[in-house]
């Protein structure tokens, strides 16, 4: 059975394992051809995280058996083979290039592409293959609830929907261009 019954996302992967995101158990991921779930706990207690917070509200797939977790302690990529978080960004206030804010609300991977994680604080891209350390960029679209990223959906070639707490954008990413439908 599920370890818990707070289901906050679901993902279908590539190679057919279904994850489901809870809100207080972490990760929970079956093989559809199979009976059962094994249960994922992503962050253990440690030093710098003596009391880690395993309530996952979004999931995004990642590369080579990987996905990207988040939750209010920012984002983390998370490898299922080695049972490990490779990865873990928080926002940190004064330092440029860092998450905008740790409450993540959405999640989208575009293919081939950047990771977008939606904040309460604009949208931020994050590119990793620049070869050097990851850096976000933050888009914000000029008021307090246009900058609160609820909801991010891939539209036609280039174009990101974002569902906002007050109105529809969409977001071209090549221009950075945006329409705002109310």
């Known amino acids: ?69 988040a939750n209010n302690n920012g984002v983390a990529l998370f490898d299922l083979s080695s049972s490990k978080v490779l990865k873990h960004y928080r926002a940190h206030k004064n330092q440029r290039g860092s998450l905008s804010n740790d409450l993540v609300y959405s999640l989208h991977k575009q293919e081939n592409g950047p990771l977008w994680i939606g904040t309460s604080v604009g949208l931020n891209r994050l590119d990793e293959n620049t070869g050097r350390e990851a850096q976000f960029t933050v888009i914000q679209f000029g008021s307090i609830a246009d900058d609160y990223i609820n909801t991010i959906a891939a539209g036609d070639e280039g174009v990101l929907w974002l569902g906002t707490g007050n109105s529809l954008i969409r977001y071209e990413i090549k221009t950075g261009k945006h329409y705002k439908y109310l």
């Open 1 to 69: 059975s599920l370890p818990s019954d707070d289901v906050r996302a679901v993902l279908h992967d590539r190679g057919g394992m279904l994850w489901i995101a809870t809100l207080t158990d972490g990760i929970a991921i079956t093989n559809l051809n199979s009976k059962g779930f094994q249960r994922i706990i992503p962050f253990d207690a440690d030093a710098q995280n003596p009391r880690p917070n395993n309530a996952i509200g979004r999931i995004a797939g990642a590369a080579d058996g990987q996905i990207w977790l």
